[in-house]
């Protein structure tokens, strides 16, 4: 098949290569084993977006596999199992040390009660694994019963006098030395583990719910994800590169919903000398209009005083709106011009001209703004930014978590035939590409996309405070509310208004033409074209904007070549969607997209055995499943097959030496 000039030009691969598999029998059996996992099922996908800080309900979604596992359960006991043993069952893989702890304590023959759960929950391990192969599974089992539990999950016969008695007393020895627990929480996680073959978060971990943190530290654990920016994400990634303006917006966000508890106690970051300017400045004066809209009850403000937190609000607000500006006139291909406010402000009359037209202002107390040169920090806001640019730098956590979010993120990914990205990709009206100048060229499409990711890596990774680093943190400032950013998507970012003006209609956010246009199938064939996608089952998948279902809404769109999982997981847009979020399950079936109703806390989830509620819509039926060999994976396995095939033929043919 191979010729000396295919093996010469290939030779120090192959060389390689052999190091592992030294002679024709390894590589005949590792060829073997590749062609067999072609021909498994595909692993099941599973898609969130727009957590928001909400750590509690994201923790039980991906306990439940957005009620994957609950299915499971039905599917093999709602013959001989009643609805409280199978919720009870459900519960104790969600959350085992938890229920653990509290239902053992009721039980009168504990160990009977032990091995009946063990035996159940084997059954569902037993079911999710089938899907794989022996090696795969064996990967995923916890080390310290990795022997015990491939016994156990292997091939299992009632029939078989010998097997029943041989698993029998491998859970006697277990329940008699005291391992039932610790077996059971590694029976879950493995169940939990195998359930989901991998995890796309499509965006926007960040600001709103109070802790982004916890829900990042679980991302890290997880064995599979990875992550479609979004524009919160791209604000704190910011933030954490020291951009300034990204640091003055995240602790906008923060006080706006009367939530600090990321900043505080999430990220350790202090906040005392923006407390001390801000008592200073605005400590004894009106400033109602910046009162948080609403104080989480964990946050330590909550218990000092309200007006402390409005006054900071107030202080970094004007910060912002300086920031803003100057960022606004070094980067004039931003077209963002009529976000310069504070020198359209009438000082002595305390109005702002807004597109022409005059508003009264709701606060007309500005002492630190010059109205000669508006924009202009003054030496003490100088100073507290400096010292919050440190402390959000020497913040290990939040450096951590963001080295992450660059290692397994993105602004968009191509996978298994579909398109994630968070936002859009920028329209004009008739449905065209908008071009955007990004350093110095005209971009647009997938080129637009890829330019600006090159440029946010070099807001992070270039050498600090180096001309191209500040050029770039500028880029990760537009992604976060730039004009028609593809995070942003919007023709402007209304924070002045909203803080400063009462006349609601100021508060307008024009979408960009792609929210006009994503219904039409013919216009998201055109953007799956655009990445290489032309398969009859390819989709785009976004987040970013919430379906409000309650209005009618579907979030399947373009006759099923879209679909938007942003359905309200964060609580501050449930009234507005009339439900708590929507995920996506993609499977060797097809896809599901599934709503869930509120979460109603962990206590209640453990003690009540109370699940999300979750309504499954099927809206992609395969014509026939897919298996691996259909699938990305699949393709790397195919070039992994093919590069052993030249191995062998190089040891046949003497071109190297077996060992």
Not at 210 to 220: F, G, N, S, W, Y
Not at 479 to 493: K, T, V
Not at 568 to 592: E, P, W
Request: one cysteine or more.
């Amino acid at each position: 098949m191979y010729t000396d000039k295919d093996f010469i030009k290939n030779r120090l691969y192959l060389e390689a290569l052999s190091k592992y598999y030294s002679n024709s029998s390894k590589v005949a059996a590792e060829i073997i084993n590749l062609k067999a996992i072609l021909n498994m099922p595909k692993g099941t996908e599973h898609f969130i977006s727009d957590i928001h800080g909400e750590h509690e309900a994201f923790h039980h979604i991906l306990n439940n596999s957005s009620g994957v596992i609950r299915e499971k359960i039905d599917k093999l006991f709602s013959d001989t199992l009643s609805e409280q043993e199978r919720e009870e069952l459900a519960t104790i893989i969600y959350y085992p040390k938890e229920k653990l702890k509290l239902a053992t304590k009721t039980q009168e023959n504990v160990q009977d009660w032990y091995r009946v759960v063990l035996l159940r929950m084997l059954r569902v391990c037993r079911l999710v694994a089938s899907k794989y192969t022996r090696s795969r599974v064996r990967k995923a089992l916890p080390d310290d019963y990795s022997y015990i539990l491939e016994e156990l999950l292997s091939t299992y016969d009632e029939s078989d006098i010998n097997h029943t008695d041989y698993q029998n007393n491998i859970l006697t020895s277990i329940i008699t030395l005291g391992q039932s627990e610790p077996f059971i929480i590694a029976l879950a996680e493995t169940i939990k583990r195998l359930i989901v073959d991998c995890l796309h978060i499509v965006g926007d971990v960040y600001d709103r719910g109070a802790r982004p943190d916890i829900v990042l530290d679980e991302l890290m654990a997880y064995h599979k994800v990875d992550f479609q920016w979004g524009n919160h994400d791209i604000l704190w990634m910011g933030a954490a590169s020291g951009s300034r303006t990204c640091i003055a917006n995240a602790l906008n966000n923060a006080f706006t919903y009367g939530n600090l508890d990321a900043v505080e106690v999430g990220y350790g970051i202090s906040l005392r000398s923006l407390a001390l300017f801000a008592s200073q400045v605005y400590g004894y004066k009106d400033v109602t209009c910046f009162w948080p809209r609403e104080i989480s009850g964990a946050s330590p403000y909550k218990a000092n005083s309200p007006r402390l937190v409005a006054s900071m609000h107030k202080a970094i607000a004007v910060i912002l709106f300086k920031l803003e500006g100057n960022i606004i006139k070094r980067n004039p291909s931003f077209k963002m011009d009529n976000r310069m406010l504070l020198h359209r402000i009438d000082y002595q009359r305390g109005t702002v001209n807004i597109d022409g037209k005059d508003y009264p202002l709701k606060d007309t107390d500005f002492p630190t703004i010059d109205p000669k040169n508006p924009y202009r920090l003054t030496k003490e806001e100088e100073e507290v930014m400096e010292q919050l640019k440190i402390a959000f730098h020497n913040s290990e956590k939040l450096q951590r978590h963001v080295e992450f979010l660059f290692a397994k993120g993105g602004l968009y990914k191509i996978c298994n035939n579909n398109l994630l990205f968070h936002g859009c990709i920028p329209l004009n009206e008739d449905g065209s590409f908008m071009e955007m100048e990004i350093d110095g060229k005209l971009l647009h499409g997938r080129a637009l996309m890829d330019g600006l990711e090159k440029i946010t890596r070099k807001g992070y990774y270039s050498k600090y405070n180096s001309d191209e680093q500040l050029k770039a943190k500028d880029y990760m400032w537009f992604l976060w509310c730039g004009r028609h950013s593809p995070l942003f998507g919007r023709e402007r970012i209304c924070t002045f208004e909203r803080l400063l003006v009462s006349d609601s209609s100021t508060y307008g956010e024009p979408r960009n033409a792609y929210y006009r246009a994503y219904d039409n199938e013919a216009i998201c064939v055109k953007i799956l074209n655009e990445f290489g996608l032309d398969a009859l089952h390819s989709h785009i998948i976004n987040g970013h904007i919430p379906v409000q279902s309650k209005l009618g809404e579907s979030p399947v769109k373009a006759n099923g070549r879209l679909i938007v999982i942003d359905g309200g997981f964060c609580r501050a847009y449930q009234n507005k969607t009339g439900i708590a979020g929507y995920t996506l399950v993609y499977n060797s079936y097809g896809m599901r997209i599934i709503s869930h109703t509120p979460f109603d806390g962990l206590k209640n989830a453990v003690s009540g055995n109370k699940d999300i509620h979750s309504t499954t819509v099927v809206f992609d039926v395969l014509e026939k499943r897919i298996d691996v060999e259909h699938t990305d994976s699949g393709k790397r396995i195919k070039e992994q097959i093919e590069a052993l095939g030249m191995l062998m033929d190089a040891y046949q043919s003497g071109f190297l030496k077996e060992s």
